[in-house]
């Protein structure tokens, strides 16, 4: 197997990109770059000169339909040397991020091998008050849990909440699992609905990740590595809100990359 550059990763996460924003606007889905990727469109039209990796954010209503169209879409990924990879390896967890990932590709991580080039997709969160978030991050963890549960097939904690947790799998047993996936969904998406005030990841524990709804209220063009990607129309409220004075270099041995894993071609 052949090392994969830096120059050829970064050549790779571009394509990838690409072909992912076809997709994505193929079925009307929204995005938008975000995080580092976001910083370094802007300061510098491509990725940040120490980063090496993409990350995009997709409004919760529309991440959970692009999940679902990608598990269903097996012709798309194998034709664009795809796949989809959750942080469980049974695919049953959705409600976090997700990536989707280069086929001709592998590194080892944690004793195993997968997929070494991907974009992460990280679901955005609208929420009617910071306040709120608590709550919101923990039905997310509710329902990630009850899934996780669902695919072990059985209880796994004493005393009540074992009681709590075998009742969970009778319904389970009863309504399937795409079905509680889609109650969760709904419920999610419903209370997302309500008052939009503020939008972020609720994934992290940061409550900086959050500002005002309006700053995603539509995206404007920028290039990033040659080509067009959405950004949010108030990036510089979104990146003053996450890190403070972006637009000034961190110092040098705070420039942390990803570049820590071998990455090969197949």
Known sequence: M?????IEKKALLV????????????N???????FGTLIGTVCHHGFIPWDDDVDIVVPRKDFFRLIHLL???????QKNNMCLLTYDDRNKSYSKRF??????TE???????????????????YIPS????????????????????CARGKPYRKGFEHILQYLCLIVYRVLGLRKMQSIFERTLVRI????????GVAEGELVNQFSEASNYKYSVPMLFEGVNVPVPVGYHAILTQIYGDYMTLPKEEDRQSHGYYKMYWK
């Not at 990536?99 to 001709?104: G, L, N, V």
């Not at 590194?107 to 969160?125: N, Q």
């Open 2 to 6: 052949r090392e994969i550059t830096d």
């Open 15 to 26: 394509d990838l990109l690409v072909r992912l924003n076809h997709y994505l606007e193929k």
């Open 28 to 34: 009307s889905i929204k995005w938008f770059v975000a």
């Open 71 to 77: 598990q269903k879409d097996e012709e798309f990924l």
């Open 99 to 104: 990536k989707i990932a280069d086929t001709r």
């Open 107 to 125: 590194m080892t991580e944690f004793g195993s091998l997968r997929p070494a080039v991907f974009i992460d997709v990280f679901p955005l969160d």
């Open 130 to 149: 910071l306040k709120f978030l608590r709550l919101r991050r923990k039905l997310i963890r509710n329902a990630d849990n009850m899934i996780m549960l």
């Open 192 to 199: 997302e609905e309500k008052n939009p005030n503020y939008a």
